[in-house]
Structures are given as structure tokens and as C-alpha cells.
């Protein structure tokens, strides 16, 4: 609940702290004394757009602070968590208005977004009044009211996880069947793919190889007339290898007696004849080498076209065209694979709807049961409204082909206000003053399945009197024993409903010329005094009071 409302330099307001207590509080005053600039500041600190124009006169800037106490697992500290705001103790929102039209925000002295601060003050603070267009109104809000009301939060989030798992199960096979389609359209190109690759038997590094035997092959024929003429000058008939051998066996048997001269000459000459045999061997090895088959440079030149033709075909290297095949060898694979994989996913969907269809039909019957309930609970507190010939209606409407994450049910607040006439939606029928009515019955009816814990009233007493506001204030008091409950009024039979009674009133700034809002608790006499001014006007007689005191006592 609110615990603490301070606000600086707002309009008229240049200094202001308020304590509120459980229960039903009023705050009255005449016209013009400053209740809607005190509601204005309050909806700043709940995050309501920010103006410039509320900055007091001569001022930089204004603030607003509101400091509530609440359950450490009311879903207010919720959202501060995933926040990140320390959430220890009071939950303290403070808003500061700079003249310029900036404004920033703070929750528990900590920066944060304004959507931030209009969260939490939404989970925390309801406002409503003659021509409030959210809360109750707002038909968007409509079925979730129904579900608190009907005690059916849970039912509905299973139909909401289960919608979350259909959805969920949908993507899946959209995605899957995407690929498959992708996949299906290059079918044809991959399997003929596959076999030409698989015909072809690419090797890596066979390119290079072949390339390399080709080039061997053609240039053999230009060098084997050399290649033949240097073996025969080696080995052939005009070979020195002979007439060499012949004297180094000559030099050899001379060794002895001349060995310093001879062994150096032998050890050149076999140098020599070695030489000349590595020669040889070479040569024959170049020779053979040299010696092909024009079938085979034929062959090989074949594979190496065959290789490089499909190189370019599938605009890979051909040293790739192996992994290549390996690859498209795999999607061919997987589209078989996926065939079967969007099998089991259809099916998977199909399972998941039919869980939601079960959650949504037992969600609907529900519903209908706590719609008629919730009907016939507001239809009783409309007769001491002076709304007895009107009728409340909570308008179902059921598509089953929906697959909403909120269940079939489109759920609108209508009602009629006279018979004869054509029930239509809330917002469009009633009359401010019929709206404000209908909107307090709601409220009575729903306060403790889901209501914000500060409750207030913005005049919704205004153009009714007697009777009516009588029963507004009942109504009032009642709801203030579950939630609290801040009320501006003018019906002095709402104001003597109250717990405590704040009065609101213009003041002279002493040394100035200048006026300032005030806001003061008021006693047992001062009460009665304010009590009698609203039932009198601007001259209080003592009859005046006798009926405040009456008014005070019937509703003590």
C-alpha cells in the first residue's frame, strides 16, 4: 500500500508530505484548491507522461516521491528484480520534472526507464475516474480480469504454455519443411551429381600428378635424340671407359715401384671411371623414362580434361572434388533423413495442438460459469447505485479455430443501461457518470482476485447525490477492507465513510503574493466542520453540522 506521498515544487504545490494509512481515505476541498494537481503528481511518480507545465513558477524542477510497503512477492518487486533494483524494504518511486519537459526516473534511489517506473506503478496503484480509458475499460484487459475473478489464473496459464508449445512446434516444421523444400529443389542436380562424382573417382593431388606425367611425356620426345647420343658417347662403341680401365691397370702394376707418382694418377682415373659409370646410369634411367606409350599420354590427358572439366562445372578446385562428393553424398542423405524428421515433427504438431485444444475447451467451460458468476455479482451492486434497470454483461465470444495464447474466448465488458435499449461495450454505452458507477461495482466485486493494493477514486461520485453516493461510499468503505483506498470527493456521504479525511485548500505564501496548495489530516471537529461545508456551501449552519454528525455516526 502507499505509506508516504511527498511531493516539491509541482504547480501550486511548493512543499508537501502525506502519510497514508490502510483503509478508506478521502481528501476534499473546494474547486480550484488543487485535487487534481495532487492526483497529477501522484501519476508522475507511477510513470504517467511527464510536462514541463508542472514545474512550480520560478522553479528548475519539481519531484514527486511515492514510498510503498508491499509483500516481498508482490509482482511490483517482481519487475524491480528483473530490473535489477535492490528491492530491500519499501519499494520508494520517485519521479524529478525538470521546467524544460526532461523528466528521470528512480526506484529505490536507482536510475530506470520511464516504462520501468509505469510498471511498477501499475502493479502497485490502480486510477480511476469518470473518463479512465485503462484498467477496467480497456478491453484488452477484459479477460484476464474474467480469469482472476473466476480463479482461473492457472488454467489459463496452461492453455498460454501450451499455446507457447504449438507455436514453438509450428516454427519446427515451417523451418524444417523450408529446408527440405531448399534441399528438394537441388534434388535432381544432387543426385546426378553424386554419380558423375562417384563415376569420376577423384583423388586428391591427382591433378598435380597427372599434370606433371603429362608434361614428362611430351617434352621426352624432344630431348631423347640428345639423351641417345650422350649414352652412346658413355657406353657405345667410342666409349673411353676401355681404353681408361686398360691404363689405370697399367699405372696400377707400376705402383710399386714409383707409388708416390702412380697411386695419385689411379685413385683419378677410378674417379673417373666411376664418374662415368653414374653417367650411364643416369642416362638409361632418363631413357627409360623418355620411352612412353602415346596411348597412355592419351590416357592421361583424358583424366586430366575429365578432372578439370568438372573442376569448373561444380567451380571447385579439382584436389576438392573429392570432399565434394563426399558432401553432396551427405545432403542427398539428409534429404531422405529429413523426409522422415518432418514426419515425426508434423506429428509432434499435431499432438501439441490437441493438448491445447483440451486446455483452451476446459478453460472456455470455466469461463462461462465465471462469467455468468461475475455477472450476477455486479448486477447485485447496481440497484443501490440507482442503476437497477441496467444490465451488466460479460460478452463471450468463442473461436475455436483460434490458437490465441489466451484461449478461445474474446472476452468484452457490455453493458445496457435501460431496457429496450442495445446492450454495446462499456466504454461506448455508459455515461461518465454510469462508467464511474459500473466501474465501482466491478471493483467491489473483483478487489480481492487480482486488484492493484492502492485503489484510487477520482471524483466518481461527481453529478450524484442522496441515495447514490450513500451507496458510492458503502461501497467505497467495503472495498477499503481488502484493499486501501484514496478517494477525491465532493459527497459529503463518501468523505463520512472514511477512515481518515485529508482536506485540500489554497493558502497565502506569507511575504508573498502568491498562493500554495495545503494538505491537512483533519480531527474528530474539523472533520465534522468540512462534512457540514459540503452539505451547506459556503455558510455553515447548525443544521449543517447536526447532519454531518448524523452522517458520521450512521457510518460508524
Not at 458468476?373 to 434497470?389: H, I, T
Not at 485548500?505 to 489530516?521: F, I, L
Not at 451547506?536 to 449552519?541: L, V
Request: charge should be negative; proline fraction near 4%; hydrophobic fraction near 45%.
Amino acid at each position: 500500500m502507499l505509506v508516504q506521498l511527498a511531493i516539491r515544487d509541482i504547480v501550486l504545490i511548493d512543499r508537501l508530505e502525506l502519510t497514508f494509512t490502510e483503509g478508506l481515505s478521502v481528501l476534499t476541498g473546494e474547486t480550484g484548491a488543487g485535487k487534481s494537481i495532487l492526483l497529477d503528481a501522484f501519476s508522475l511518480a507511477l510513470g504517467a507522461r511527464g510536462d514541463g507545465g508542472l514545474v512550480r513558477h520560478g522553479e528548475t524542477q519539481g519531484q514527486v516521491t511515492a514510498v510503498f510497503d508491499c509483500p516481498i512477492d508482490h509482482p511490483a518487486r517482481q519487475i524491480a528484480a528483473d530490473a535489477e533494483i535492490d528491492t530491500e524494504g519499501d519499494l520508494i518511486l520517485r519521479r524529478v520534472q525538470v521546467a524544460d519537459g526532461r523528466t528521470r526516473a528512480f526506484v529505490n534511489d536507482q536510475p530506470v526507464s520511464v516504462q520501468v517506473l509505469r510498471a511498477i506503478g501499475s502493479a502497485l496503484v490502480e486510477i480511476h475516474g469518470q473518463h479512465d480509458d485503462r484498467a477496467l475499460v480497456d478491453p484488452v484487459m477484459h479477460r484476464s480480469i474474467l480469469d482472476a475473478f473466476g480463479g482461473l489464473t492457472d488454467q489459463a496459464q496452461t492453455v498460454a504454455d501450451a499455446a507457447r508449445t504449438l507455436r514453438d512446434a509450428q516454427n519446427a516444421v515451417a523451418s524444417h519443411h523450408a529446408r527440405i523444400e531448399k534441399v528438394r529443389r537441388e534434388a535432381d542436380f544432387l543426385r546426378h551429381a553424386v554419380e558423375e562424382l562417384t563415376a569420376l573417382a577423384p583423388q586428391p593431388g591427382e591433378e598435380a600428378m597427372l599434370a606433371e606425367r603429362r608434361t614428362t611425356m611430351m617434352q621426352s620426345e624432344k630431348v631423347a635424340k640428345e639423351l641417345n647420343e650422350a649414352y652412346e658417347a658413355v657406353a657405345g662403341s667410342a666409349s673411353p671407359v676401355a681404353v681408361l680401365a686398360s691404363a689405370t691397370r697399367k699405372l696400377e702394376r707400376r705402383s710399386a715401384q714409383a707409388p708416390a707418382l702412380v697411386e695419385p694418377c689411379v685413385a683419378a682415373l677410378d674417379a673417373v671411371l666411376l664418374a662415368v659409370e653414374e653417367a650411364q646410369a643416369s642416362l638409361e634411367a632418363a631413357l627409360q623414362a623418355a620411352e612412353y606409350d602415346p596411348k597412355e599420354l592419351e590416357r592421361v590427358e583424358e583424366r586430366l580434361f575429365a578432372l578439370r572439366a568438372a573442376a569448373r562445372k561444380y567451380h571447385v578446385p579439382a584436389d576438392n572434388l573429392a570432399e565434394l562428393k563426399e558432401r553432396f553424398g551427405a545432403d542427398v542423405a539428409a534429404i531422405d533423413a529429413g523426409e522422415e524428421e518432418l514426419v515425426a515433427l508434423e506429428a509432434a504438431v499435431r499432438r501439441a495442438d490437441g493438448l491445447y485444444v483440451e486446455a483452451a475447451r476446459v478453460l472456455s467451460a470455466r469461463r462461462s460459469k465465471a462469467a455468468a458468476d461475475l455477472d450476477a455479482a455486479v448486477q447485485a451492486e447496481l440497484p443501490p447505485l440507482k442503476l437497477e434497470r441496467a444490465r451488466f454483461i460479460t460478452q463471450l465470444r468463442t473461436d475455436e479455430t483460434s490458437r490465441d495464447p489466451g484461449g478461445f474466448e474474446r472476452v468484452e465488458f457490455w453493458v445496457q443501461t435501460n431496457p429496450g435499449t442495445r446492450p454495446g461495450p462499456l466504454m461506448k454505452v455508459a455515461s461518465g457518470g454510469e462508467l464511474s458507477r459500473f466501474m465501482l461495482a466491478l471493483k467491489v466485486v473483483l478487489a480481492d482476485r487480482g486488484s492493484a493494493p492502492t485503489l484510487v477514486f477520482d471524483e466518481i461520485d461527481t453529478g450524484v447525490g442522496g441515495a447514490v453516493a450513500d451507496a458510492i461510499g458503502q461501497r467505497l468503505a467495503r472495498l477499503a477492507k481488502r484493499v486501501q483506498v484514496l478517494a477525491v470527493t465532493h459527497a459529503p456521504q463518501v468523505a463520512a465513510r472514511a477512515s481518515r479525511h485529508f482536506l485540500i485548500a489554497k493558502e497565502s505564501v506569507a511575504g508573498s503574493d502568491r498562493v500554495a496548495t495545503r494538505v491537512v489530516p483533519l480531527s474528530a471537529t474539523p472533520r465534522r466542520e468540512e462534512i457540514a461545508r459540503m452539505l451547506a456551501g459556503a455558510t455553515i449552519t447548525d443544521e449543517a453540522r447536526r447532519a454531518a454528525e448524523r452522517l458520521l455516526e450512521a457510518a460508524s
